[in-house]
């Protein structure tokens, strides 16, 4: 069995019922209220912003020895807006640099040299290398001719 006692609504409440209800929680409402609002005003005067001001002290930098226009001189790090990534093909050492930081190159412009001991060692490699598949292509015809070895290899 439930002991409970029968919850009621605030419909099923009789007129005088329903008006004191609604007086209780006006007055409650209006307590809590001013509670609030006293509570308020005496936090203010504990406040940071009520307490008094701090002296700071101040000193002004001018610089000195720095003649402009204007008289002021700012330092200032400047960066490129495009950026141009190049790529050699050949490895070396870069003999000069005939274009600067921020000059304008027209296409086909030289940007960079390689020091020319590379090139002259890649020349001398291939000039090697041909003579020696010329000697090979002989020895094979030779031996092709003597029927050593399969024409297809001569």
Known sequence: MDKRAPQRRLGSLPPEGRTRLLALGTALAATAAAALWAASGKESANTPAALAPVPVQMAVVRP??????????????????????????????????????????????????????????????????????????????????????PGAQA
């Open 64 to 149: 000195e020895g720095v003649e402009t226009a204007s008289g002021a001189a700012f330092s200032a790090v400047l960066h490129h807006d495009r950026e141009a990534r190049l790529a050699f093909r050949l490895p070396g050492r870069i003999a000069a640099l005939p274009a600067r930081i921020g000059s304008r190159l027209p296409q086909g412009a030289v940007v960079a040299r390689l020091e020319p001991e590379v090139y002259a060692a890649a020349a001398q490699r291939a000039a090697a290398d041909a003579a020696r598949a010329g000697r090979a292509a002989e020895r094979l015809a030779g031996l092709a001719r003597e029927g050593a070895a």
